[in-house]
């Protein structure tokens, strides 16, 4: 009896394996039919791929600020009329260019997948109707990244928070207890960033503003020249990386000028502490924004 029972356990398995297998093969079949209807204009495989009630939208990287618009959706009857007008017009792609295909989970009647593309990545999600799998709903990012683009690197800069000020002989001064939780606070608002450098100018209101970051990410912070961080040396030792650098009201927005390559920001007031720039560099473009935090 208990050799029956592995025998049935056995070829439950075996079946249950074949028949992800099978699925897997048909869901691919699907979404080389939806590459091959947008790279070739042909309506009978778009037909083959989706259902006709198809919802298809997307977000479209904008080339000045690098942020992703929401660009377009399509149905059924659009996808339909777009290919048919890509054929008409000749406007058909290699269909070998750019081209994967990945199924991402499989259930008794609903599947997830991912397809890269000339323009861009598609995240769908298909439905099994009478054994064929079909597209239902697609939503999409682009245009396509190639692989070999360099790394972002990402600079996040801030003035060191609010220091004591009692004693105005005190030329190193501590955060007062504000500025302990304003250090706290930097932290908590970029809990989700992995940063790879710390950099602060040798005070103690610096090196404390940085010190949770520090803490959290587990790296001995790196002390700089304020007035002459921005060389060859330092901009080749960052690449491709994310840093954290705590600076000075006159200092940390000539650091983010100097980065941008353009004379945009002021000195920061001196009653503020809570402004945080971002600049980052792909290539040879060079995005920055500021942000204030009370």
Request: hydrophobic content about 35%.
């Amino acid at each position: 009896m208990k050799h029956i029972l592995t025998f049935l356990l056995v070829a439950i398995f075996q079946f249950g394996n074949a028949q992800i297998n099978y699925d897997k093969a048909a869901i691919e079949i699907t979404l080389n039919n939806y590459i091959d209807a947008f790279y070739k204009g042909d309506t009978v495989k778009l037909k083959a791929a989706v259902k006709p009630r198809l919802y298809k939208f997307g977000y479209k990287q904008n080339e000045n600020s690098g942020n992703y618009d929401f660009y377009a959706h399509m149905n059924y009857q659009d996808a339909m009329d777009f290919v048919t007008k890509m054929k008409a017009e000749g406007r058909t792609r290699d269909e070998n260019k750019i081209r994967k295909v990945e199924v991402l989970d499989i259930g008794n009647h609903i599947a997830s997948a991912k397809v890269t593309a000339v323009w861009g990545i598609d995240y769908m999600l298909l439905s099994k109707d009478n054994g064929k799998w079909m597209i239902e709903q697609v939503i999409w990012e682009g245009p396509h990244q190639e692989t070999n683009q360099p790394k972002p690197t990402t600079y996040y800069l801030v003035r060191h928070a609010e220091k004591d000020r009692s004693n105005p002989e005190n030329k190193n001064p501590d955060l007062t207890e504000a500025g302990f939780q304003r250090a706290k606070k930097w932290n908590a608002i970029l809990n989700h960033v992995d940063f790879d450098l710390v950099y602060t100018t040798n005070y103690n209101r610096t090196i404390q503003t940085a010190q949770f970051v520090a803490e959290r990410t587990n790296i001995t912070p790196t002390i700089y020249d304020a007035h002459n961080l921005v060389k060859d040396e330092f901009l080749q030792l960052t690449q491709g990386k994310t840093v954290f650098i705590t600076g000075h009201s006159n200092t940390i927005p000539q650091i983010v000028n100097q980065l941008i390559g353009e004379n945009k920001y002021p000195e920061i007031l001196d009653s503020e502490n809570g402004c945080l720039f971002i600049v980052t560099i792909v290539g040879n473009k060079v995005t920055d924004q500021l942000l204030v935090v009370n």
